[in-house]
């Protein structure tokens, strides 16, 4: 597995992560016991950067005391990244933000024996708090930095202004953002900030929430507990028009030698050594093919057919408008 510099803080993973959202919210239901084998897969394979969140466990710490579970033998090997940031009082899960410093330090000491650890990675905030000053937020995380709680601190699903605000008062490490051959909002003005600053991108759906695996279905098929059951990009022409894309994906990936997934990842990989993606699945054999991209060589010409068969990414907004309204973006 190669490994890259995860931003200009001094944090190196492997070149790939694994998200493990999956294993316990979004996706229907899940196996303990696979999801483990799959952490611990992963682990085998060279693979050393795992991202969890409090969101993820729904209010109960599933998520990260699955994670915690998973690695806690070879905890100092690996880089944990949990997230706070969600009112998990409020009557809708997501529906609410709370980044208060009461609730950030509260958050991470729950992480922190969710995760069985003395100390966290990367402690992101996994969305902006309308009622809570991005500078107050880094503030607090620099405190948990400075008591060896945390080590470095993450932002997500925010914008170029409020990454440079929080980053003038404790350096940030990485921005979490999705980022595929699907999607590419990223691109036009928030990448070059990062790299102006000296962030590292943590591309999350790397792979389209699963359609650029190249196994889909429509969304009414989905069950609801699925969120690719409302999700736009399934449903009606978008389904249509992201399928013929994802088709003529698989064509030059089979030309390769390789899979729609490999070619996706190998894409993501191409953007720059900055950009460390965290594919998540739940099955150990979807893992290995995964890990496979990290040696998969793209040519300029493979990147220029990509790009005509996807020239603005895919059809369909990637959230609901009142969820997007929600992210600032600025």
């Known amino acids: 597995m190669h490994h890259r510099n995860l931003g200009s803080q001094g944090l ?19 196996n303990e016991e696979e999801s483990i084998a799959t952490i611990r897969r992963a682990h085998e394979l060279g693979i050393d950067f795992f991202d969890t969140a409090e969101l993820y466990g729904v209010g109960t710490g599933s998520n990260e005391i699955l994670l915690g579970k998973a690695v806690k033998d070879f905890r100092d090997e690996v880089v944990l990244a949990t997230k706070f940031g969600y009112d998990m009082t409020a009557q809708q899960i997501g529906a609410g933000f709370d980044s208060r ?86 691109e036009e003005k928030t990448l070059p900030v990062l790299r102006e600053l000296g962030i590292g991108l943590v591309p999350y759906s790397p792979l389209g929430r699963g359609f650029l695996t190249g196994v889909v279905k429509p969304a009414a098929e989905y069950p609801a507990d699925d969120m690719r059951s409302w999700d736009e990009r399934w449903q009606g022409e978008n389904y249509t028009y992201n399928l013929h894309a994802t088709e003529q994906l698989k064509k030059l990936a089979a030309a390769k030698g390789i899979t729609t997934a490999q070619l996706a990842l190998a894409w993501l990989l191409a953007q720059g050594d900055d950009v ?39 059809a369909g907004s990637r959230y609901p408008a009142a969820m997007l309204s929600a992210m600032s973006t600025d």
């Open 101 to 186: 410093p009461e609730n950030i330090r509260k958050v991470a000491e729950n992480s922190l024996r969710y995760l069985q650890t003395d100390y966290i990675d990367l402690f992101y905030q996994h969305v902006s708090d309308p009622e809570v000053p991005v500078e107050e937020v880094a503030g607090v995380v620099g405190e948990l930095i400075a008591e060896g709680k945390v080590k470095y601190f993450g932002l997500s699903n925010v914008g170029p202004q409020y990454i440079r605000r929080a980053h003038a008062v404790t350096p940030v490490t990485a921005l979490q953002f999705e980022y595929s051959i699907f999607e590419r909002e990223v």
């Open 276 to 314: 460390v993606p965290i594919p998540g699945t739940r099955n150990a054999a979807r893992l290995e093919e995964n890990a496979g991209a990290v040696d998969v060589e793209l040519t300029d010409a493979d990147l220029e057919h990509i790009t005509t068969i996807l020239p603005q990414g895919s």
């Open 12 to 30: 190196r993973v492997s070149a790939l992560g694994l998200g493990t959202m999956g294993m316990t919210l979004a996706y229907g239901s899940s």
